[in-house]
């Protein structure tokens, strides 16, 4: 059983700080990783999406992948209050099917 | 916005009943799915289409089928509707390409079963 955990918070960061979400995964194999934001009521939008190791950034969002630690990140800069949401991290779970598993999601509270 | 509509947005149902959601896409993706979100659980994949006709069961697929007659539709039934299956479903869409395989999401349907 693939897994994806994440920490369900809430994190509550002061706008203008730096927001950090952490996710881990179980399997190694995996090659794409992905962030979705959602809001309350509302359904997963992509935030972005991230495939090598190392740091993708657009915007105030960077992803940081860590394919032998297993853990992909996203830091959210100059957070707004708008930010507040609950994010949502996938992995890609079979290629041929273009499947993802998704973690639980963690719940960003971004205080003005 | 990918062009994806879900219908109905609300339902209310009783036990025992039959219930047929509808996701509609405008994008012309290959791949389509049905996720069904729970607090506690997150997003769990019903089932999924990477065809017309061609579809396979995902991760909580008993008490559910779906159909893809049409490449722009992927039908989720529930067969006999059970208050378990109270739930918001989400439908998916997917292309592959240069981008990978980014899922993109339709509005949802709050189902309730009394």
């Known amino acids: 059983q693939k897994e994806v955990e994440q920490n369900s918070g809430p994190l509550s960061v002061p706008e203008g700080a730096i927001a950090s979400l952490n996710c881990t995964y179980s399997?190694?194999?995996?090659?794409?990783f992905f962030w979705y934001r959602q809001y309350s009521g509302k359904s997963p939008e992509l935030i972005m999406f991230?495939?090598?190791?190392g740091d993708k950034e657009d915007g105030r969002f960077t992803a940081q992948l860590n394919k032998a630690s297993q853990y992909v990140s996203l830091l959210i800069r100059d957070s707004q209050p708008s930010d507040s949401a609950t994010y949502l991290c996938?992995?890609?779970?079979?290629?041929?099917?273009?499947?993802?598993?998704f973690g639980t999601g963690t719940r960003l509270l971004v205080s003005p | 916005d990918a062009g994806i509509t879900q219908s109905p947005r609300h339902k209310v149902t009783e036990t025992g009943t039959p219930v047929t959601l509808r996701c509609h896409q405008t994008?012309?993706?290959?791949?389509m799915y049905w996720y069904r979100q729970d607090p506690g659980h997150g997003l769990r994949l019903i089932h999924y289409?990477?065809?017309?006709?061609?579809?396979d069961k995902g991760e909580v697929s008993d008490g559910y089928s779906v159909s893809r007659s049409k490449t722009e539709d992927f039908l989720l039934t529930l067969e006999s509707a059970t208050s378990s299956q109270t739930s918001v479903y989400f439908c998916?869409?997917?292309?592959?390409?240069?981008?990978?395989?980014?899922?993109?999401f339709g509005p949802g349907t709050r189902l309730t079963v009394l």
């Open positions: 998916a869409i997917s292309e592959s390409g240069t981008g990978g395989n980014e899922q993109f």
């Open positions: 399997d190694r194999g995996s090659q794409s």
């Open positions: 991230i495939y090598s190791n």
């Open positions: 996938a992995v890609e779970a079979d290629t041929g099917f273009q499947k993802l598993v």
């Open positions: 994008e012309n993706h290959r791949y």
């Open positions: 289409s990477y065809g017309v006709k061609d579809t």
